[in-house]
């Protein structure tokens, strides 16, 4: 029997779901606090959509168990349906009805009486600036405009816990900052999120805590701090205003920072993460790799030193999967 | 920005009105896409048109006549082929976001799948209403009157949604729209031309007769047939509503259990 403390939305233990020989879902620990934004980080097939569909009582896991507000998944489903509202990674509106009777729709299917529904339907066309398209068929909205709808319809009556399947993947970048705006004012209404993206700067951007999943296992998991933290305090990139010099300067650095440099395909950059969790050893060191570079007479054009970003901590979890038990929290 | 809603319902909707707002959704889709109508428009009356006036001479040295044995068999007919299409449907929303979203929230599960069979006796009618009336325009006069017609219709529309269960529970099983369409008309096709719905079994070869005979598609013609003449007898009606009964209580159930367990 697993118990849950009272302040987390999800508590999921050991989540496996296989298809045929593929275990896509391997595994996976969640633990999310009431009114926070969990972001779950992975490419394409890393198992985040049938975690998803498992929280959201549509797939039954094939071993694990996970609780929502308190309440099993499989056991409790409705009670679990009462607190919860999804977002799907593909339209999860009805297509060949408009805006306003999508809405109108899903405000009858939650209760409200029709005069309340259609009340409901034109405040939210109304601030999620859709008004204009509300007799729009959904199947012909923009894709920015789309994803509004999607989640206008999650909010008819404020879920306790959303969860929101890639969002953002697909719309361009104005888009993507009015959902995160819309994304925000959910959990300051205290709405519990949890959202799925293939995108770092999102999860930098909006959650909380972050899960990074790759093939249906997380891999590593904290906050944005914690995680960055897990590839050491920080890293040095730059540039050489002799590309011809970068062998020796990968040579320089890697002796001074006590890691090997990288290259990649700009042919003057070069980069290297410091392994110390100590900031100030960590800014000395980068403070030395300058200076002992100007001595070996390797002019730089670009410096910058700072934590990792993102990126760079999901490419070195994901691309080597082996150091990762160790960066795993 | 407001996300908060001024009014919050105290609880979800019960299954009745759970199921209304799925009919409705239903209504809507037939509003804007109304070229999904198109095979419960062409059916009838191409079945109608074409048995009068390809095989009447034929089979009843006039067309005219034909027509009248002919009307009600195709009234059936071109119900009983639409009601495939609760399956094709069923299997098209499954695969779509909405659905994922529906089967999340607190309500009535099998609401979805009963909210779109209540919306298909609105396809029905119309497939019903086109034949009767094409019926009328081509010389087709009923004895039994318009209480007599409204009777003959009620029942087809009767049975069409029991049977419209069946198409569902295959809709459950099978993997796309057009599988379920498919395997629908195979094995429709059969079964209603082995019927009394296009020539009398007394023509036919014995062993073929029997099966005609025991064809449900036989029975419900013959009541639909009697009624518009205004000959109907009871246990011919209830003959039907027996057999509708029993096929809602095989399918209806087998629907939502398959419904349940899909992931």
Redesign the interface.
């Known amino acids: 029997m697993m118990t849950t403390a009272p302040d987390l939305a999800v508590h999921a233990r050991g989540l496996v779901k296989t298809f045929g020989d593929l275990r896509a879902v391997d595994g996976v620990d969640i633990d999310i606090p009431v009114g926070s934004i969990y972001g779950v980080l992975g490419p394409n097939g890393a198992g985040k959509t049938t975690t998803i ?1 498992m929280l ?5 896991p094939d071993a694990g168990a996970a609780r929502v507000f308190g309440h099993d998944v499989v056991r409790e489903a ?1 009670l679990v ?2 607190r ?15 805006t306003r ?1 999508n809405l109108i ?2 405000g ?6 029709a005069g ?1 529904a259609r ?2 339907a034109d ?1 939210l066309l ?3 600036d859709l008004a204009d398209a509300s007799g729009r ?1 959904a199947g012909q909205l923009s894709g920015g405009m789309r994803r509004r709808l999607d989640i206008a ?6 879920p306790d816990l959303l969860f929101l399947d890639e969002p953002t993947t697909g719309l361009d970048p104005r888009s993507r900052g009015h959902v995160w ?2 994304v925000r ?2 959990v300051a ?1 205290g709405t519990t999120v949890l959202l799925t993206t293939q995108y770092l700067d999102e999860a930098d951007q909006l959650a909380d805590r972050i899960a990074v999943i790759n093939h249906g296992r997380v891999i590593a998991s904290g906050t944005r701090g914690e995680l960055k933290a897990s590839t050491g305090a920080g890293g040095v990139r730059l540039r050489l205003m002799d590309p011809r010099q970068r062998n020796r300067a990968q040579a320089v650095l890697a002796d001074v920072v006590g890691a090997p440099a990288q290259t990649d395909g700009d042919p003057a950059a070069l980069r290297a993460q410091i392994p110390s969790d100590d900031q100030a050893r960590s800014t000395g060191l980068a403070v030395d790799a300058l200076s002992r570079l100007a001595a070996a007479g390797i002019a730089v054009s670009d410096f910058s030193y700072g934590q990792p970003s993102l990126d760079e901590v999901f490419l070195a979890l994901t691309g080597n999967p082996v150091e990762l038990t160790e960066a795993t929290s | 920005m407001t996300t908060l809603a001024t009014t919050q319902p105290e609880k979800p909707a019960g299954p009745t009105a759970a199921s209304l707002a799925f009919a409705w959704r239903s209504l809507l889709k037939i509003k804007h896409v109304p070229e999904q109508l198109g095979d419960v428009i062409g059916i009838p009356i191409l079945f109608t048109l074409l048995f009068t006036y390809l095989f009447g001479g034929a089979v009843s040295g006039s067309t005219h006549d034909y027509l009248q044995f002919l009307l009600p068999g195709t009234l059936a007919l071109a119900v009983v082929f639409v009601t495939v299409y609760s399956g094709v449907t069923l299997n098209r929303d499954l695969t779509t976001g909405a659905f994922d979203r529906f089967r999340s929230m607190p309500i009535w599960r099998p609401a979805p799948i009963v909210g779109a069979l209540i919306g298909d006796l609105g396809r029905y009618l119309l497939a019903a209403g086109l034949v009767v009336g094409l019926g009328f325009l081509m010389g087709y006069r009923a004895h039994g009157g318009v209480l007599g017609v409204l009777a003959a219709v009620g029942l087809v529309t009767v049975f069409a949604s029991a049977l419209s269960w069946a198409w569902t529970s295959l809709g459950l099983v099978l993997r796309t729209p057009t599988a379920v369409m498919n395997l629908g008309f195979v094995i429709l096709f059969p079964v209603t031309f082995l019927s009394n719905v296009f020539v009398d079994p007394a023509t036919m070869p014995g062993w073929l007769r029997h099966l005609a005979d025991a064809n449900p598609i036989s029975h419900l013609v013959t009541a639909t047939r009697a009624l518009m003449d205004g000959t109907a007898t009871g246990s011919q009606v209830l003959g039907v509503v027996a057999m509708t009964a029993a096929i809602m209580l095989v399918f209806a159930p087998l629907t939502v259990v398959l419904y349940q367990r899909r992931q």
């Open positions: 569909r959201t009582t549509l797939l039954r409705a349906r009462r919860i509202s999804l977002t799907g990674q593909f339209a999860s509106v009805d297509e060949d009805l408009t009777e729709l899903l009858r299917l939650h209760g409200h009486a309340n009340r409901r405040e109304e601030s999620f068929l319809a999650s909010i008819i009556v404020r705006e819309v004012s959910i209404a």
